[in-house]
């Protein structure tokens, strides 16, 4: 479905009828990320109970349809379409705090290694980066990027360590231009 021209409130009601989707965006160039903040998170739903750390310019938080456990997503308040339009201060930040959280994951979940990647393809996306755990039942290799996705189940005892690790005060919602 084209939704080029269409205003914020027509999407908005076109999602909630489950007529327009987040690839309808993309598709339409239209960031699904911007637009969910833009409008009560209509499209991912709220958050909030799985952000694990936020910052001026980041937001990470625990995967809504994670491909493992302890499955992560970090992406910026900032509007960039990906990492190659990111500017280098934050290229930076994301990556510095990319790799903090991998040792984190790997000490919480015991995992054997935590692999990182940033896709953000289409006529429109939103710059984040993906840390997926892997496990030592399972194999090696770039299969790890692609495991079936399944619905988050929320582990209290590590999300609070998740937190606690990573000094999260809670939740603001700041929007940047
Ligand atoms: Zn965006």
């Known amino acids: 479905m084209n939704l080029n021209g269409l205003k914020d409130e027509e999407i908005k009601e076109l999602v909630i009828e489950g007529k327009a989707t987040v690839a309808d965006l993309v598709d339409s160039g239209i ?16 958050d909030t109970d799985k952000m694990i750390y936020e910052d001026d310019d980041l ?10 456990n302890g499955h992560v997503a970090i992406s910026t308040k900032v509007h960039y379409k990906d990492v190659m339009e990111a500017d280098e201060e934050v290229c930076v930040k994301i990556f510095l705090l990319a790799k903090k959280v991998m040792n984190i994951i790997k000490e919480v979940y015991n995992a054997e290694s935590v692999y990182l990647c940033t896709m953000c393809d289409g006529p429109m996306n939103h710059f984040h980066v993906q840390l997926i755990p892997r496990y030592s039942f399972e194999k090696r290799g770039s299969k790890n990027f692609v495991k079936p996705r399944f619905e988050y189940v929320e582990d209290k005892e590590k999300l609070e360590l998740l937190r606690s690790k990573l000094n999260y005060k809670g939740h603001v919602k700041t929007l940047k231009k």
Do not use: I, Q
């Open 31 to 46: 960031c699904p990320t911007c637009f969910n903040r833009r409008n009560d998170s209509v499209l991912y739903g709220d």
């Open 59 to 68: 937001e990470c938080f625990l995967v809504g349809n994670p491909r493992a």
